[in-house]
């Protein structure tokens, strides 16, 4: 062994060499990057000045924005969801405490109105009790607000089928008794020439056959029919609804305006039920419309942000048909009752038109809902699945 290779360590003169341990990049800053983006609420950072220096994409979507256009922007540009963090934050600020709030109603410009649950609490730095910025949590509570307005929906229905089934048992049969003893009186006066009763009796007809249909248009409830299921272009049976609506005499006077969105693909219905809806709700709003200036308005538009839940927690996808006026609005109290069966305010109305509505859009797994405020107006928002999330068409 010669002196050089004699003065190197052991393992270098036996030819055992290792591998030197490199050390790993420091990925946590990243990993946290990923949680948060993975997250089912939404997070933002603002500064105490109102600027949004970040925010993971379920903020975004729900500020309606995109990641690239939301940093460096003033919180409150970003619609009512804005205004009502900044609100918070104001309270934040003079506090130095956290502070949560549920359920606020917020609105935005080019989607369906959310149901969050804002939470925004202070950060400092460096041991500092100055304030510099507010994480704000946002959490999305419309879907599952949804989804129990919808089991309240059927459970609404399930209760005005029993109603009907016992009316119809306890009153058609003594209808068709008195129809018969009024056509049988009716006979007997025009014998006798008694202009008087004969003018009764027919009276008396008339109104049992209108009791009768009214109770037949009830039995809707209880009856349970099947929908006849087919691909179904929304734009043609509303093109058809609208055309029919406006030989109305209501509809003199009245612009009935139609936006629609053309990605809209064809969807499981049954074209005959939807026409009746889409026609009950077109009359309810030409009739709520001032006859001078009244105007009407049938949207259509993709939803992604509402969506139904099938079976084994599928997400499913809707389409939105939304109907407007610029009626005189509806009072709270009344708007709660809304589709409730026998519930109008209208003189001549049976209060049946919406209760049906509903229950056939129901029927299609969909939902109905109700937007209004006195002297604003009212809109009628229906969502629909893109697909059918149950096999047979029965509810």
């Not at 690239?68 to 405490?97: F, P, Y």
């Not at 306890?170 to 009763?197: H, M, Y």
């Not at 839940?309 to 809304?338: C, F, H, M, W």
């Amino acid at each position: 062994m010669s002196a050089r290779l004699s003065r190197l360590p052991p393992d270098l003169r036996e030819n055992k060499f290792h591998a030197v341990p490199v050390p790993k990049p420091d990925t946590r800053p990243h990993r946290l990057e990923s949680v948060l983006d993975a997250l089912l609420d939404g997070v933002l950072l603002v500064d105490r000045k109102g600027g949004i220096e970040d925010a993971n994409p379920e903020a975004c979507r729900i500020l309606d924005a995109s990641v690239e256009s939301i940093r460096g922007t003033a919180i409150e540009r970003h619609g009512d969801t804005g205004h009502e963090i900044a609100r918070v934050m104001k309270r934040v600020l003079a506090s130095g405490q956290p502070v949560v709030e549920d359920e606020v109603e917020c609105g935005r410009r080019r989607s369906n109105p959310l149901t969050l649950d804002i939470s925004v609490s202070p950060l400092t730095v460096g041991g500092s009790r100055e304030i510099e910025a507010a994480v704000v949590v946002l959490r999305d509570r419309t879907i599952p607000n949804t989804l129990r307005e919808i089991v309240s929906q059927q459970e609404q229905l399930a209760s005005f089928g029993l109603i009907a089934a016992g009316i119809a048992h306890e009153v058609k049969n003594p209808l068709g008794g008195i129809r018969g003893a009024a056509e049988l009186l009716g006979g007997w006066a025009k014998k006798a020439s008694d202009d008087r009763s004969s003018r009764a009796a027919d009276l008396i007809v008339g109104e049992v056959d209108r009791i009768s249909n009214l109770v037949e248009e009830l039995m809707v409830f209880a009856r349970g029919d099947e929908l006849e299921l087919a691909p179904t272009n929304l734009h043609q049976v509303l093109d058809r609804v609208i055309e029919l609506a406006r030989m109305d005499p209501l509809a003199a006077g009245v612009a009935i305006d139609r936006i629609y969105d053309p990605s809209i693909p064809e969807i499981p219905a049954d074209a005959d039920r939807l026409s009746q809806v889409f026609l009950n709700l077109l009359r309810n709003a030409l009739q709520a419309v001032p006859k001078t200036s009244g105007r009407v308005e049938v949207e259509t538009r993709m939803s992604l942000d509402h969506r139904l839940t099938g079976p084994e927690r599928t997400s499913i996808p809707t389409v939105q048909i939304k109907i407007s006026d610029n009626g005189p609005g509806i009072s709270p109290a009344d708007l709660e009752r809304l589709a409730t069966p026998f519930f109008t305010t209208r003189e001549k109305g049976t209060g049946l038109g919406l209760a049906v509505s509903r229950h056939w859009v129901t029927r299609h797994h969909g939902t109905m809902q109700f937007e209004s405020a006195e002297g604003d107006g009212t809109t009628v928002r229906i969502h629909l699945p893109l697909h059918n999330p149950k096999a047979s068409s029965k509810s």
